[in-house]
């Protein structure tokens, strides 16, 4: 049986990086490929509840991190989550070089666009991963 | 936390699976941005687990309040696990209720108005908390002889 793709973020709270994170995982969960993956809450991963753990355990994951703490895929592996591909954002952001992408708080123009770009890339994973499992 | 700054923890789970744990990361941040810039510190509640030892003192450090999006209260049991007791708990469902805290997760691209005050209305809340959890904590210091201090954080006393 299919079993969605887990797109998990970071959420960071310090720094864009989290945010950017977090809003290109919901952009691709909730608009671009939300038949075949999904996200959960990373926070409840970490309780260590088994109950989060029965949802992730042996499934497909994508992670992304805001930055080299890299907790998602962390904690996401300590859970039993598969994790297929670990994004990574500060490095995204190299090839962004002098963008100004927004602030923990809210994000730019500029940094809607890099969301909307992060999310394709992650649309265009999920999509050969999803076929893949067919 | 260096000598005579005295500030307070707030972690949200910031949760990705409902509408909640948006509130819950943009009233948190709220705090640090706008309400007490200066006596507001956080960390990623994953940390506890991804990160070291250092991270894992966090609730030792400050007196912590958690800010959860739903009844899971994933922020508060983590940081309880993990960390330490906390000084406080608010669960955003109990505010804006539990039919709309656990709505699908929004982007902040999409936010409404009505969601806009929800998110004051939260950032009020953990405020009052926070002022409580201040004002006991510089009393439990004055009890102990220690002599608080707040202000910029550079030990100018401003």
Do not use: H
């Not at chain 1, 969301?115 to 991963?129: C, N, Q, S, T």
């Not at chain 2, 949760?15 to 810039?37: F, H, Q, V, W």
């Not at chain 2, 991804?50 to 894992?56: H, T």
Request: glycine letters at 8%; a neutral charge.
């Amino acid at each position: 049986m299919f079993s969605k793709i887990k797109v998990i973020p970071c959420s960071g709270m310090g720094k864009v990086y989290g945010l950017l994170a977090r809003e290109s995982a919901l952009r691709v969960t909730q608009n671009l490929r939300p038949q075949e993956c999904e996200t959960m809450c990373l926070a409840y991963l970490v309780t260590g509840d088994q109950e989060a753990r029965e949802k992730i355990e042996g499934k497909n994951c994508i992670t992304l991190d805001g930055c080299p703490a890299m907790c998602a895929a962390k904690n996401v592996e300590m859970a039993g989550g598969i994790v297929v591909d670990k994004m990574k954002m500060i490095d995204i952001m190299k090839e962004y070089k002098g963008a100004k992408p927004g602030t923990a708080t809210e994000l730019t123009e500029e940094g809607w666009q890099i969301v909307d770009e992060i999310a394709e890339r992650i649309a265009a994973k999920v999509k050969k991963l999803a076929k893949e499992e067919e | 936390m260096p000598e005579g700054v005295i500030k307070i923890g707030v972690v949200s789970c910031s949760g990705e699976n409902c509408l909640g744990g948006t509130i819950s990361r943009l009233a948190t941040r709220k705090m640090i941005d706008e309400i007490y810039p200066d006596k507001t510190v956080t960390i990623c509640l994953p940390l506890f687990l991804a990160g070291g030892e250092q991270e894992r003192m966090f609730a030792n450090a400050y007196p912590t309040i958690t800010v959860d999006g739903c009844d899971k209260l994933c922020a508060k049991r983590a940081t309880e696990k993990y960390s330490g007791q906390v000084s406080d708990a608010l669960d955003v469902s109990k505010i804006i209720g539990k039919e709309i805290a656990e709505s699908p997760a929004l982007s902040t691209r999409n936010l409404t108005d009505e969601q806009r005050e929800m998110i004051t209305k939260v950032a009020q809340e953990i405020k009052t908390k926070f002022e409580k959890v201040f004002t006991d904590y510089v009393n439990t210091l004055i009890k102990s002889g220690k002599t608080p201090a707040s202000g910029c954080g550079c030990q100018c006393g401003g």
